[in-house]
């Protein structure tokens, strides 16, 4: 599945993501054993993203 994960060449919002995953998927965590995979280009547009990296 993730082999055919399609790249749209648009803005790289990694803050955005990573501050997604901190509000919907770890606070599950705490009642449920899950794992959260956060999958990024490597690259970070602090221009377009005004979130921080360090969210998590």
């Not at 054993?33 to 280009?41: E, M």
């Amino acid at each position: 599945a993730v082999k055919d994960l399609r790249w749209l060449a648009e803005a790289t919002y990694t803050g955005e993501a990573l501050q997604f995953s901190l509000n919907n998927m770890i606070s599950k965590l705490i009642t449920e054993r899950s794992i959260v995979l956060v999958l990024t280009d490597g690259r970070s547009d602090t221009l377009r993203d005004k979130v921080p990296l360090n969210v998590l």
